[in-house]
T-cell receptor
Framework: QQPVQSPQAVILREGEDAVINCSSS?????VHWYRQKHGEAPVFLMI?????EQKGHEKISASFNEKKQQSSLYLTASQLSYSGTYFC?????????????FGGGTRVLVKP | GAVVSQHPSRVICKSGTSVKIECRSL??????MFWYRQFPKKSLMLMAT?????????EQGVEKDKFLINHASLTLSTLTVTSAHPEDSSFYIC?????????????FGPGTRLTVL
C-alpha cells in the first residue's frame, strides 16, 4: 500500500526549517528516505526501523510517531542543496526486507 | 557512498524492437537489485526484484515476458524490454543493495530514458 506524503510541495528560504511527513494506514516496519534532484538518481538519506534503530546522514533527522504509522523528516536550517524531491519508501513487515513502496514525493525548493 | 551505473542513459528505438538496459554495482556486491519505472514528476513504481542466481520476482501487473530480467552476477542485472511499444516509453531506474534486510539501503542508478517511436 502506497504511503501518503505531505505536503506535496514546500518552498522555503535558506536557513528555514521544514517537516515532511510519510503516513501509512498500517504500522510500518521500516521507513527509508531518499532525495532526488531533477534528472539524477535518488540519493539515500536515512533508514528508520521499528525498533528504534536509525541509519543515515548526521545532518538529517527523522522520527517515527508512537503508533509507527507516520514518519517525519526534518530539514533544519535548510541549505540550497536541500532542494529536490523527497521520497519515503516503506515496508510493513520484517519479511518484506528492503522491498519498498514509495510515496508520491514532496518537492522542496530552497530559495536564497 | 556506493556507486551504481546504468547503461545506456538514453535510448530511442522503433516500435517492435527490443532494448536491453544494464545496471551495475561498481564498488560493492549487490545481492539484490530492484527495477523501477518512473513517470514525470511521479513516484518510483517497483517493477521487479532481482536476486543474484535466481528468477526475478515481478510486481502485480508487470508482464514478465515483456520485461525480462537477468541477474547473472553480484554486480550486474539487465532489464530487456521486448517488442517495445510507445506506451513503454518511460524512465527506468535500477537500485542495488548488498542485502535483503530492512536496514540495507538501496543505491540507485542514474536511470535510463526510453523513447519508443
Amino acid at each position: 500500500q502506497q504511503p501518503v506524503q505531505s505536503p506535496q510541495a514546500v518552498i522555503l528560504r535558506e536557513g528555514e526549517d521544514a517537516v515532511i511527513n510519510c503516513s501509512s494506514s498500517k504500522a510500518l516496519y521500516s521507513v527509508h528516505w531518499y532525495r532526488q534532484k531533477h534528472g539524477e538518481a535518488p540519493v539515500f538519506l536515512m533508514i528508520l526501523l521499528k525498533g528504534g534503530e536509525q541509519k543515515g546522514h548526521e545532518k538529517i533527522s527523522a522520527s517515527f510517531n508512537e503508533k509507527k504509522q507516520q514518519s517525519s523528516l526534518y530539514l533544519t536550517a535548510s541549505q540550497l542543496s536541500y532542494s529536490g524531491t523527497y521520497f519515503c519508501g516503506t515496508d510493513n513487515s520484517e519479511a518484506a526486507g528492503n522491498k519498498l513502496t514509495f510515496g508520491g514525493g514532496t518537492r522542496v525548493l530552497v530559495k536564497p | 557512498g556506493a556507486v551504481v551505473s546504468q547503461h545506456p542513459s538514453r535510448v530511442i528505438c522503433k516500435s517492435g524492437t527490443s532494448v536491453k538496459i544494464e545496471c551495475r554495482s561498481l564498488d560493492f556486491q549487490a545481492t539484490t537489485m530492484f527495477w523501477y519505472r518512473q513517470f514525470p514528476k511521479k513516484s518510483l513504481m517497483l517493477m521487479a526484484t532481482s536476486n543474484e542466481g535466481s528468477k526475478a520476482t515481478y510486481e502485480q501487473g508487470v508482464e514478465k515476458d515483456k520485461f525480462l530480467i537477468n541477474h547473472a552476477s553480484l554486480t550486474l542485472s539487465t532489464l530487456t524490454v521486448t517488442s517495445a511499444h510507445p506506451e513503454d516509453s518511460s524512465f527506468y531506474i535500477c537500485s542495488a543493495s548488498s542485502g535483503r534486510a530492512s536496514y540495507n539501503e538501496q543505491f540507485f542508478g542514474p536511470g535510463t530514458r526510453l523513447t519508443v517511436l
